[in-house]
């Protein structure tokens, strides 16, 4: 009798063993199901992630080459603008040589006039 409850005790130990390894194996399958499922979001949220710094990448080496070529234009422009500024300059500084050069003859002219309107004036006297 000893003997037929132990060995009763002993079926029941094991299956309640085998019972608990049951429910551990469907918890673990249960687990091993949600770590799967959060593994994949995880992966799909770098995924994203990364897809979006990539366009981010992308849209900031626009926005530079556009910031690089507006700036060498802008250099260029304060380029063109100091080469007009220095042609100006020289423009000017010839205009203001010719007016002089100007003056300068329309004074020798004046006076040649008037030395010729002289010689006229001696010559129509010495023939009248």
């Given at each position: 009798m000893f003997e037929s409850h132990r060995n009763e005790y002993a079926?029941?130990?094991?299956?309640?063993?085998?019972?608990?390894?049951?429910?551990?194996?469907?918890?673990?399958?249960?687990?091993?199901?949600?770590?799967?499922?959060?593994?994949?979001?995880?992966?799909a949220y770098v995924g994203s992630q990364n897809e979006d710094i990539a366009t981010l990448r992308h849209e900031l080496a626009s926005v530079n080459a556009e910031m690089n070529s507006s700036s060498a234009g802008r250099d260029q422009l304060l380029e063109d603008e100091e080469e007009a500024a220095c042609k100006s300059e020289v423009l000017s500084s010839e205009l203001l040589m010719s007016r002089a050069n100007s003056q300068h003859h329309e004074a020798e002219i004046s006076l040649m006039q008037n030395t010729l309107k002289g010689r006229l004036a001696i010559f129509n006297s010495r023939n009248c």
């Open positions: 079926a029941g130990l094991v299956e309640k063993g085998n019972h608990a390894e049951a429910v551990l194996h469907e918890r673990n399958a249960e687990y091993s199901e949600g770590i799967q499922r959060l593994k994949h979001q995880a992966e």
